[in-house]
Structures are given as structure tokens and as C-alpha cells.
């Protein structure tokens, strides 16, 4: 892809060599459980810096651009959008850490990611999706300590991040009577006394990826697990989240070029390989033109999305930019994988081998519908990019 | 009571007693439901008189177990296809039907003739009621045109075809090894093309009952889910959702219903269905979606029923004929 630094291009191979060897070839299982297989994850973290691409230098990682994160989860997210939901965790739960963490903390988060432990971002809860700043997991001040209590649902890897003793970050209301401004992120070790992950998502697709409900029943934590310590910390946890969602929703984008991408392979393969009427489809504009279609739209969403990483990495605001990208790029995968169906006819429904064209898109369609959900629903995005347009005029 | 209205009764309280309660555990475990289908064929539903009863059983099905639905859609459109080409033809029990082939349309699957009668060789795939039918109708080539024939289940080898949706309606590829088979229509091309219109328009009616459902679920759950302190019916980004599927219901009855008038009068009906599929498929699809959309998180969870309705709503019209259909026949149709 021009414009691709050489850093991009060299990982997005080595991902590209990670599935060959590991993903496709297992997709069959993938999808027939509720988490990625531990050997899969074990086999990523052996290629240097993958466990935690973004864990900063001083911590021991690689530090790598956001960018290159992109482009490495776009090659994931083709090979398997589950995979990518699951290891992309490890950036997810990382982006609050990296923004408002102390140093200490990075060192310990990072530490654990960095030795092939998962991390895991926890904001929503039953009461509190669209609307997070209605979290209502509480954190009472007991001294020193805070005591947290509270339910937390649709987790990302959460559960595995609290088997493999790693950290979470956790966001939850230390002043219920100041709303989204009273809620704060805390670094929470995954065997503290009392967190439990008490029940793992049976989910339509993305069945690489672990969702877990999370319990917090008098989870006692020092004030110095706050996110940014006690002092710039409490208060910041919306903030925070607003911002790690940033970064998670151009993530989710490039995964949906990957999905995208994958459906166009398939579709071009199968069309190369099935008659219509005695000829290859091929050659068949109604076909051809569908997929042409395709095409046009996913490498729009790549420039988007590459443009948001770009200017990410130069630090400049991409808020507006991260949403832009998600709406056109999931709602692009989800339609990819809907003109796949209709161009496939049975052979898109057909539950064969997700690895190979035969079984290939009926996974695909599946996956793909999680796209415009998580990480804010796309009328969510919708209402972000609003706001960006009408700003609410400043009171004089 | 009209007599309509009756039938739509019957077809409602039937699918609410028998249909709706098979309707989630099996479709998640691709479990034919055959004492759901023996229930429905000791009540008639498979056998109905016309076009126009099979679309209120297709719809009222459709609104509690869309499976269930396509099991009475392909029978009473293989039963009616046979009576319309040749009464005589008709046994007891349910009619299959296979056409897809792998790696093309149609068309490898051939028929000899031997004296007055004919055998079949080849495979077919996701062949309609395989595995569950008694006979199937079968497109096979039969001196390089094709014809269609009866074959019956016994001469089949049956092997399960699992796919995205409809999960409890059994489909199967179909090995026919000389297979004793009986000619149905020497015109196979045109018998195809009626008993897929007759199958789109009768899916038209599934899907709505699909998409009836769709809305009350949707409705209820946007009134009450509460998200920013008020139910999320409140907002219009979700009453826009809302009222798509609602659209999407008037529509697919609203497209469907010229094709069975066409029927019922003994006109060419085949483009009116093809109109009525390009519709159809792709407003139970944004009706589904928009059904996902609405429940969020909870929405893409295998615990509720949403996200079946987005996986059948993409395998009901997959069913059928190769996927520009609709576009090319009307086009040949304004070109002729
Ligand atoms: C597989 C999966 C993985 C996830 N991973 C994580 C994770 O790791 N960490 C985490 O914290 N969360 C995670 N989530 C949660 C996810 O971000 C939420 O599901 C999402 O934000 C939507 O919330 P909800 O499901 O409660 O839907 P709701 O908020 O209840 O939304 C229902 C409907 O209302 C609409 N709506 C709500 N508010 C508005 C509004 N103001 N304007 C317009 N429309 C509105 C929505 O668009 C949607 O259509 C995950 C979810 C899933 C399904």
C-alpha cells in the first residue's frame, strides 16, 4: 500500500505469515469455541513485540507506531475477526494505561503483557452501553483503599486476562452524585480477592475472541491502583475511556478492512472457479461489478484508516476522524459480506471449511456483524461525528 | 369468519402451539424437527389448495419458526408445481427439490432414457427437504436441455448440507447413481423457473412473517431499554431503525401479493416473482440488521433469538436460483 512505512509493511508480512501458518488453518476450531486456542496465542507472542505492540520502550516493548498496529490488525482481522477481537485486547486494555497510567503502572501492566498475559478494557455493564457514563460499578473510599462493587458485561479476553493473573483496567464511580465526571479507571491485578469472570458470551460469530460477564464483590484496592495515581485519577475515568475508544474504533475500522478484504479474495476465487451458464463467473459483469464495487469502497476505508493512524502517531486529535472511519469501514465489511451471500448463493450459506472458500464466507457474515456494535454502536459514532459538526455554542 | 381468515387462524394457533416452542434450541443445533413437520402434514399445511393459503401459512409460520415455514413453503410449491405439469405424477408425503450442482448452476446432473423410462446420475447440492422428503423433483440434463423428473427419497443417497440460517429445515447434497426416475416436464429450464418463482413469492410471505416478528421485538425492547435515562424508543436514530422494519414488512407483502394474484388467475407469474425477490431479499435483510442493530450487544448473542433472524434472513432467499436472477430475467423480459 503506498504510503506505507517500512515498518507497516514488514509487520502486516509477518502477520500475514503468523495466519498462514496459525489462523487459517484453524479456523475450523476457532469457530467452534468461545476463545482463541491457547497454543495460537502462545505462537504470536513468540514473534518479538507481538504480545504488546504498543508497551513502550522503557517497559520493554517495541513501542511500535499506531499505524503499524493498524496494518498488522487489518491482516488479522482478514485471516479471522475473533483472533483479532481477542489479541486487539491487549491494546484495547492497554490505550487507558498508556494515556493516563504513572509510570509504575505501565511498568506492571506491560510487564505482564509483555510475558504473554492478556489485558482487558471494562467499561460497559447491563445499565451502561451506549451510555457509559452511567457505569455503576461503585468505589467507596475506605481510607486508603477503595472497595469496589458492581457487575461488568461483554468484556473482551476478560476472563482470560484474570486466569493468567495479568492486569484490567476497570472503570468505576467513585462519586455517584457527579455522574460520567465521578467515575475513575483502576488498575485492577487479576487475582484480587473477589473479581471473578462469572460467565463466557455464546456469540453469533467472532468466537476467537472470549466475552466475558465480570463480578466485583468487595474488590479492595490501594488508592495507588487508580489510573494516573489518586491525585490526577479520580474523576478521569470517562475521559480516559473516550479517548481509549479513539484509538479502539480506527482499530475496529482497519479489522473491517480485513474482513472486507478477505470477502473480495473469496468472492474473486470463487467466481474464477464456478461456471454460470458454462462460463466461469467470472466473466460475468453482474458478478464482477458487485465485487469491483467492493473494492472501490475497501480501498477508500483503507485511506481513511490509515489517514487516522497517520495523524494519531503525529498527535493530533482523531476522535472525529477514528469515528468517521469506523461507520464507513464496518458498515463496508458487513455489506462485503452480504454481496458475498447473494453472489454465492448456496455456496455462501453452506457450513464447510471457513478456511477455504467452501466455508469461508458463511463465518465471515457472522463475524462481520459485530462491526457496527461494539466499541460504540455506529449510531453512536453517528452522534460523535453530529457533535463534531454542530458544537454545542459556549456559555459566555 | 372468512374462510381466509380461518386458515389464518388455524396457521397461527398451530404455529404458536407446535412451531414456536421447536423454534430456537433446534435451529441452534441444526436438529430436524420431525414430529414438528408430521404435525404440520396430519393438520393439511402441507397440502394446501393454492398459492394464496400457502402464503398465509408461510407467513403465519414465518412470524414463529422460519424453518418450519420453509418446510411447508417448498412442499406446497413442489406439490403445486406437480399437480399444474402432470396430477398424475402426485404420491403421499413431501416433495423435494435439488437443482444447485457444485462448481456451477446447474447442469451436470444427467438422464438417460432406457425404453419408456429414465435414470438419473450425479450430485446435487443443499437440495430443498433432502434428507426429509419422500421424492424430490430433479433438474438433470437429459439429451444436453434440461428436464425435470421425480426420483424417489429411496434412490437418493442423502448426505446433511448444515448452513448459516434455517438450521431445523433440512437440506442435503443428493447422489443419484442411475437412479430409476420418472419425467416430470421435458421443459426443465421453464418447470425451473416456475417452481423457484413459486418458492420466491411463498418466501416473500415467510420473510414477513419474519419481519413481523422482527418489529414486536424490536418495539418491546426499545421500550424498554433504558439507556441516557429514558427508553432508547425515545431516540430517533432508533425509531428510524424501528420503523425501517416496519417498511420492510408493508413491503414484502406489498411486492408479493401481484405475483400471487398472477398465480391465482393462471398468468405468467415468473417475472412478478422476480420483481418481488430483488425486493424481498434485501428488505428482510436491512429488517433483521436493523433488529440487531436495535438490541445492541444483546443483539449478537446465540442466548436470543435476534441473531437467528439475521442469519435466516440472508439463507431464505439463498435458496433458490443463481444470484442475478431477478435482474436478468426482467431485463430479458424488457429486451424481448
Ligand atoms: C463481542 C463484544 C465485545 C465487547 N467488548 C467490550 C470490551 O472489551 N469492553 C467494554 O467495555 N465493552 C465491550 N463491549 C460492549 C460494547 O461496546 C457495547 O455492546 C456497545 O457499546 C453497545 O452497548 P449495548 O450493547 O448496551 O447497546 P445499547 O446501548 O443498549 O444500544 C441499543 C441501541 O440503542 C442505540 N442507542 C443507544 N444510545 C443511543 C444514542 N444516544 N443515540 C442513538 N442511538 C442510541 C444503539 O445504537 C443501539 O442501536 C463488547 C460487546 C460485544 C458484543
Redesign the interface.
Known amino acids: 500500500m503506498f504510503g506505507f512505512t517500512e515498518d507497516m509493511t514488514e509487520k502486516q508480512e509477518l502477520v500475514r505469515k503468523f495466519c498462514e501458518d496459525w489462523v487459517y488453518p484453524n479456523l475450523a476450531e476457532i469457530d467452534a469455541g468461545k476463545c482463541c486456542p491457547d497454543y495460537i496465542w502462545e505462537e504470536w507472542c513468540k514473534i518479538p513485540g507481538f504480545a504488546s505492540p504498543c508497551a513502550p520502550k522503557f517497559t520493554g516493548g517495541e513501542e511500535m507506531p499506531f499505524a503499524t498496529c493498524c496494518a498488522m490488525w487489518e491482516e488479522l482481522g482478514k485471516a479471522d475477526l475473533g483472533v483479532a477481537t481477542g489479541f486487539g485486547s491487549n491494546n484495547l486494555g492497554s490505550f487507558p494505561i498508556l494515556l493516563t497510567g504513572t509510570d509504575d503502572q505501565k511498568k506492571e501492566h506491560f510487564g505482564n503483557l509483555l510475558q504473554g498475559k492478556f489485558g482487558a478494557f471494562g467499561l460497559?455493564e447491563k445499565?451502561a452501553?451506549?451510555?457509559a457514563g452511567?457505569v455503576a460499578t461503585e468505589a467507596k473510599k475506605e481510607g486508603e483503599y477503595y472497595i469496589l462493587n458492581g457487575d461488568k458485561?461483554?468484556i473482551t479476553t476478560s476472563g482470560k486476562a484474570i486466569e493468567t493473573k495479568s492486569t484490567l483496567a476497570i472503570c468505576a464511580s467513585t462519586d455517584k452524585s457527579l455522574g460520567s465526571k465521578g467515575l475513575t479507571m483502576f488498575l485492577i491485578p487479576g487475582d484480587t480477592p473477589g473479581l471473578t469472570a462469572v460467565k463466557e458470551?455464546?456469540?453469533?460469530?467472532i468466537r476467537g475472541s472470549q466475552t466475558c460477564e465480570l463480578h466485583l464483590e468487595n474488590v479492595k484496592l490501594h488508592e495507588s491502583r487508580i489510573l494516573g495515581g489518586p491525585e490526577k485519577g479520580i474523576g478521569f475515568g470517562f475521559k480516559t475511556a473516550m479517548m481509549t475508544l479513539d484509538a479502539g474504533r480506527c482499530v475496529v475500522a482497519a479489522q473491517a478492512n480485513g474482513v472486507a478484504m478477505r470477502a473480495i479474495e473469496m468472492m474473486v476465487e470463487y467466481c474464477n472457479?464456478?461456471?454460470?451458464?458454462?462460463r466461469p463467473l467470472s466473466k460475468?459483469p453482474?458478478?464482477t461489478f458487485k465485487i469491483a464495487e467492493l473494492e472501490a469502497q475497501t480501498q477508500a476505508c483503507r485511506q481513511l484508516v490509515y489517514h487516522t493512524a497517520f495523524m494519531r502517531d503525529a498527535g493530533l486529535n482523531h476522535g472525529h476522524e477514528s469515528c468517521c472511519a469506523k461507520i464507513v469501514a464496518t458498515e463496508n465489511a458487513?455489506n462485503a459480506t452480504?454481496v458475498a451471500?447473494?453472489?454465492?448463493?448456496?455456496?455462501?450459506?453452506?457450513?464447510g471449511d471457513p478456511s477455504t472458500v467452501d466455508g469461508a464466507v458463511?463465518k465471515l457474515?457472522?463475524d462481520a456483524?459485530?462491526l457496527?456494535?461494539?466499541e460504540g454502536?455506529?449510531?453512536v459514532q453517528?452522534?460523535v461525528v453530529t457533535n463534531g459538526l454542530f458544537p454545542k455554542k459556549k456559555k459566555k | 369468519m372468512s374462510e381466509k381468515s380461518l386458515i389464518q387462524k388455524a396457521a397461527a394457533d398451530f404455529a404458536a402451539a407446535e412451531l414456536a416452542p421447536v423454534s430456537f434450541v433446534p435451529e441452534k443445533t441444526a436438529e430436524y424437527t420431525e414430529d414438528a413437520v408430521k404435525a404440520m402434514a396430519a393438520k393439511g399445511f402441507l397440502k394446501v389448495a393454492d398459492i394464496e393459503e400457502a402464503a398465509i401459512v408461510a407467513e403465519e409460520f414465518g412470524k414463529a419458526n422460519a424453518s418450519m415455514a420453509e418446510v411447508a413453503v417448498i412442499a406446497n410449491a413442489t406439490a403445486e408445481i406437480i399437480d399444474a405439469y402432470d396430477a398424475s405424477k402426485a404420491i403421499d408425503g413431501m416433495t423435494g427439490y435439488a437443482v444447485?450442482e457444485e462448481?456451477?448452476?446447474c447442469?451436470g446432473v444427467t438422464a438417460a432414457k432406457a425404453g419408456d423410462a429414465y435414470t438419473i446420475t450425479g450430485k446435487k447440492?443443499?437440495a430443498a427437504l433432502g434428507g426429509a422428503a419422500d421424492q424430490y423433483i430433479v433438474i438433470a440434463t437429459l439429451e444436453e436441455k434440461p428436464a425435470a423428473f421425480i426420483v424417489k427419497a429411496a434412490d437418493a443417497a442423502a448426505e446433511k448440507?448444515?448452513?448459516?440460517?434455517l438450521r431445523s429445515y433440512p437440506t442435503a447434497n443428493l447422489t443419484f447413481d442411475a437412479a430409476p426416475a420418472v419425467l416430470l416436464a421435458e421443459d426443465g429450464a421453464k418447470l425451473r423457473a416456475e417452481l423457484n418463482a413459486r418458492i420466491d413469492i411463498l418466501n416473500c410471505y415467510v420473510a414477513a412473517g419474519m419481519a413481523n416478528t422482527a418489529a414486536d421485538v424490536s418495539t418491546e425492547y426499545a421500550k424498554t431499554r433504558?439507556?441516557?435515562?429514558a427508553p432508547i424508543a425515545k431516540?430517533p436514530?432508533?425509531q428510524f431503525l424501528l420503523a425501517e422494519i416496519s417498511i420492510a414488512e408493508y413491503t414484502l407483502k406489498a411486492v408479493a401479493a401481484p405475483a400471487v394474484e398472477a398465480v391465482m388467475a393462471g398468468k405468467s407469474y415468473v417475472i412478478e416473482a422476480a420483481k418481488a425477490k430483488y425486493v424481498a431479499?434485501k428488505a428482510i435483510?436491512d429488517a433483521t440488521?436493523n433488529c440487531?442493530?436495535i438490541h445492541?450487544?444483546t443483539?449478537?448473542?446465540?442466548?436470543y433469538p435476534i441473531?437467528r433472524y439475521?442469519?435466516e434472513s440472508?439463507?431464505l432467499f439463498?435458496?433458490t436460483?443463481?444470484?442475478?436472477w431477478p435482474?436478468?430475467r426482467i431485463a430479458a423480459d424488457m429486451l424481448k
Not at chain 2, 433504558?226 to 435515562?229: A, I, P
Open positions: 460497559t445499565g452501553g451506549s451510555d452511567a458485561c461483554y458470551e455464546d456469540k453469533m460469530g472457479t464456478h461456471l454460470d451458464g458454462g460475468n453482474a458478478a458487513i452480504r451471500m447473494d453472489i454465492m448463493g448456496v455456496n455462501g450459506i453452506k457450513k458463511e457474515y457472522r456483524r459485530i457496527s456494535i461494539y454502536t455506529n449510531q453517528r452522534l | 444447485y462448481g456451477t448452476s447442469g447440492i443443499a448440507f448444515d448452513k448459516l440460517g433504558v439507556q441516557f435515562g431516540l436514530a432508533v431479499s435483510y440488521s440487531v442493530q445492541g450487544g443483539g449478537y448473542s446465540r442466548e441473531e439475521y442469519r440472508k439463507t439463498n435458496n436460483d443463481y444470484f442475478d435482474e436478468a
